[in-house]
Nanobody
């Protein structure tokens, strides 16, 4: 079992940057595929980015590709999301999630129901 706690959200102007962190408890963080998802008001939770347990593979949604970077530090049990060139449409609650390692191999990393553990979320608001 793993518990996840996000931090780093806030209010930023369009074009600005934020770095989100997700700290995990437990000794098995390094075995999980990790993902970032977001949910805007009135919308479904959507995939943002995912990273394999070894950090050798990363995937992004088309809407954030080239602007966001996912990374992890297994020695610190921490997942990161560097967000640059933020847009008002990026405004949402951002969640980190942990899933089995094989969801990266079977290309299920972008599916909400493939992740077993979720953080409580952190609000990101981008003003125009």
């Amino acid at each position: 079992q793993v518990q996840l706690v996000e931090s780093g959200g806030g209010l930023v102007q369009a074009g600005g940057s934020l770095r989100l962190s997700c700290t995990a408890s437990g000794r098995t963080f390094s075995t999980y595929t990790m993902g970032w998802f977001r949910q805007a008001p009135g919308k479904e939770r959507e995939f943002v980015a995912a990273i394999s347990w070894s950090a050798s593979r990363t995937y992004y949604s088309d809407s954030v590709k080239g602007r966001f970077t996912i990374s992890r530090d297994n020695t610190k049990n921490t997942l990161y999301l560097q967000m640059n060139s933020l847009k008002p449409e990026d405004t949402a609650v951002f969640y980190c999630a942990a899933g089995r390692s094989d969801i990266m191999v079977t290309a299920r990393f972008n599916r909400v129901n493939e992740y077993n553990y979720w953080g409580q979320g952190t609000q990101v608001t981008v003003s125009s």
